[in-house]
């Protein structure tokens, strides 16, 4: 059967290239990567979170430095890009409810939403015109929010991420699943998804199901949109764009990494999190406590008087520079990337690698 690589619907909204630049915190993904994406056809994706840490608004408390923050990068971006983009925001962050408010307020082209099952996400929404995009790691999850969302809110995802295992940042699943490959694997969660959704699926509304976690190159793209997925998701490739907002510092982590650099760490978000090896990784996982404050009280699941060290912190700090106070969080592939590109040429790479892989199995 021959395939195509074609754009995509999100409603009634289109997407030229299906492939969605997976938002990326804290300060990784802003205005300058996220418009430079869709720029290129595709949807690009401003992280939310930690935008009221150091250096953001310098104004107010957290949570108004936090949304005054969002609500700046959103107009900025909306000043490189007459494209369609997103904003990521993290179910875990104690001013959640806050910052969809400023999302939607700003009328954002769409609003994606893991780190937890956001599901009163819908009571949130005041305008018809922002699309949402629940990011789940199995297929029970992906039905609870259907259920719930319909019932509740009547109302569907407008799409919904499937985020395997191979992903970076924060992980939806357990030590154990990380490491059993062989039953945990996108591909497996991916088709069990798409049969959930087209329970929900009527003639005139379909839920495009969006793979990630592992996703590298247009090989991979192109296994899993003949698995039935509409897009990809990605973001480990790119961070070393260019555009991607982050310092050089943490780009050179990815740049430098081997295979056996790339480790599984125990976040104060309550999540695994998978990460670049250095030497404050190595402080934090033998038990070192890194002194901190706790001035921000961002996340809901983090007990500050029983972690060793402050995520925000420290992610700050590498997006940053200062790696010696912080880590790269990264995809599992992230050793495989040898070179700083534009994000023209990485697109141009991608889309190229899908088609041509299509139509070699089309044959």
């Not at 418009?35 to 939310?48: F, P, R, T």
């Amino acid at each position: 059967m021959n395939i195509e690589f074609k754009d995509f619907k999100i409603g009634d909204m289109r997407i030229e290239i299906p492939i969605i630049q997976g938002g990326m915190g804290v300060r990784v993904s802003s205005s300058g990567l996220a418009s430079a994406v869709s720029n290129e056809g595709g949807l690009g994706v401003i992280a939310s979170v930690g935008l009221g840490e150091n250096g953001g608004a310098s104004t107010g408390d957290y949570v108004t430095r936090s949304r005054n923050s969002l609500v700046s990068v959103i107009r900025k971006t909306r000043t490189i890009t007459d494209k369609p983009f997103g904003v990521n925001i993290m179910c875990a962050i104690t001013n959640y409810d806050d910052l969809v408010d400023a999302a939607q307020q700003e009328s954002v082209d769409v609003i994606i939403s893991g780190a937890g099952l956001p599901l009163k996400l819908p009571s949130l929404i005041k305008n018809k015109r922002t699309k949402l995009i629940p990011i789940v790691s199995s297929a029970r999850a992906a039905k609870l929010i259907c259920l719930v969302w319909k019932k509740k809110y009547k109302r569907l995802p407008d799409a919904i991420v499937v985020e395997g295992p191979l992903a970076g940042g924060h992980l939806g699943y357990s030590l154990d699943e990380i490491k059993d490959t062989k039953h945990v694997f996108l591909d497996n969660i991916l088709k069990e998804v798409l049969v959930v959704v087209k329970d929900f699926e009527t003639p005139g509304f379909k839920i495009p199901v969006v793979a990630a976690g592992g996703i590298f190159d247009g090989e991979d793209i192109a296994r899993v949109i003949r698995l039935g997925a509409s897009a990809v998701q990605m973001a480990t490739r790119f961070v070393c764009t260019h555009e991607c907002d982050v310092a050089h510092s943490y780009k050179e982590a990815y740049l430098s990494a081997k295979k056996e650099d790339i480790v599984i760490i125990k976040s104060p978000v309550g999540m695994p999190g998978r990460v670049i090896n250095n030497e404050f990784v190595k402080k934090i996982v033998s038990g070192q406590r890194i002194d901190f404050a706790c001035p921000y009280k961002c996340l809901t699941t983090c007990d500050n008087k029983k972690v060793n060290y402050c995520i925000a912190n420290a992610l700050f700090s590498a997006a940053s520079g200062q790696m010696d106070k912080g880590f790269a969080m990264c995809g599992s592939n992230a050793y495989r990337i040898n070179k700083i590109v534009s994000v023209k040429e990485l697109f141009t790479e991608l889309v190229e690698g899908a088609r041509a892989s299509l139509k070699k199995k089309g044959k």
